[in-house]
Nanobody, 113 residues
Framework: VQLQASGGGLVEAGGSLRLSCAAS????????MAWYRQAPGKQRQLVAL???????TYTDSVKGRFTISRDNAENTVHLQMNSLKPEDTGVYYC????????WGKGTQVTVSS
């Protein structure tokens, strides 16, 4: 199983980025797919999660700015990030959960002030 994340980069505060994660190498649908973020010197934390039925949850700091979506048929998950703030800076990791947990390699998001 592989999860490949893309879409990170450098953006000014107030800008937008869209992260994508494509999962391959298996033939099941993840119960949950999510994005985690690890800021420099901090622990990895959940940013947004979506169940296979489409129920989404967000950490408080991104509510109203970020939107998670997924395509079960394509085994992809996306994170639309708007109104980015410097505190959104970090490495973003894609996550898939089907009993076992799978992580993708991170993609760097840097928001300049």
């Amino acid at each position: 199983v592989q999860l490949q994340a893309s879409g990170g980069g450098l953006v000014e505060a107030g800008g937008s980025l869209r992260l994508s994660c494509a999962a391959s190498g298996f033939n099941f649908v993840f119960d949950r797919m999510a994005w985690y973020r690890q800021a420099p010197g901090k622990q990895r934390q959940l940013v947004a999660l979506m169940t296979h039925s489409g129920i989404a949850t967000y950490t408080d700091s991104v509510k109203g700015r970020f939107t998670i979506s997924r395509d079960n048929a394509e085994n992809t998950v996306h994170l639309q990030m708007n109104s980015l703030k410097p505190e959104d800076t970090g490495v973003y990791y894609c996550y898939g959960d089907q009993g076992l947990v799978y992580w993708g390699k991170g993609t760097q998001v840097t928001v300049s002030s």
